[in-house]
């Protein structure tokens, strides 16, 4: 069965440097949500989309920006980047009609040295 | 505000010990609760979903179990394969259906 697919798998950037990690949800899967995982911690949601549209925001920074296109996937912009920044990015999908479950991706490892 | 606390925080078992994972949650109105296997560097894999207190769910050797306080996760007979972080999510009412997550419960099952 198809799953949700992000690029990078990895990336390493410098302060200060953007950064652009993209989601490709399961086809007819209109949902897209991004969660941050920091090193031992749990998931924490940053934004979400439906039909294009922001769905709703989390503890997402200011330096960061995302959309979703007419295709469904979705881009995460991360500007300004901070060592604090390293994590793993997720990206799930979900159907809106049916149930709830969310889909992760296998993540993008984002290292800012 | 929402909370979800998972406990223990980790836990070891022989192979063919079973035991149980306990998620209990504070919400002001609970559409689900989801359970997630995650291995190290990977993305969370769905497990189930309960959806009101009493229901149950099965999966080999995993079973959730929901009440109006708290969800168990029992594992009967684990196998090393099973070892993993376990991570109990809710959706609330009114979020969007954003999951809120516990800090999960890493469980080792040793041979």
């Known amino acids: 069965a198809a799953g949700v697919i992000q690029s990078p798998r990895h990336l390493i950037k410098e302060k200060r440097e953007t950064a652009t990690l993209k989601c490709y949800p399961i086809?007819?899967?209109?949902?897209v949500y991004w969660y941050q995982q920091g090193p031992g911690q749990d998931p924490q949601f940053l934004i979400s989309?439906?039909?294009?549209?922001?769905?709703d925001k989390g503890s997402i920074p200011d330096r960061f920006s995302a959309q979703q296109f007419s295709d469904y996937h979705s881009e995460l912009n991360m500007s300004s980047l901070e060592l604090g920044d390293s994590a793993l990015y997720f990206c799930?999908?979900?159907?809106?009609?049916?149930?709830?479950?969310?889909?992760f991706g296998p993540g993008t490892r984002l290292t800012v040295t | 505000e929402d909370q979800v606390t998972q406990s223990p925080e980790a836990l070891r078992l022989q192979e063919g010990e079973s035991s149980s994972l306990n998620c209990s949650y504070t919400?002001?109105?609970?559409?689900?609760l989801f359970w997630y296997r995650q291995d190290p560097g990977k993305g969370p894999e769905f497990l189930f979903t309960l959806y009101s207190a009493g229901e149950e769910k099965e999966k080999e050797r995993l079973k959730a179990t929901l009440t109006k306080k708290e969800s168990f996760l029992h594992i009967t007979a684990p196998k090393p394969e099973d070892s993993a972080t376990y991570l109990c999510?809710?959706?609330?009412?009114?979020?969007?259906?954003?999951?809120?997550f516990g800090k999960g419960t890493l469980l080792t099952v040793n041979p």
């Open positions: 086809p007819r899967h209109d949902t």
């Open positions: 999510a809710v959706q609330v009412m009114g979020s969007n259906y954003k999951l809120t």
């Open positions: 919400v002001s109105g609970l559409r689900g």
């Open positions: 989309f439906y039909e294009k549209m922001q769905s």
């Open positions: 799930a999908s979900t159907p809106r009609e049916g149930s709830y479950e969310q889909y």
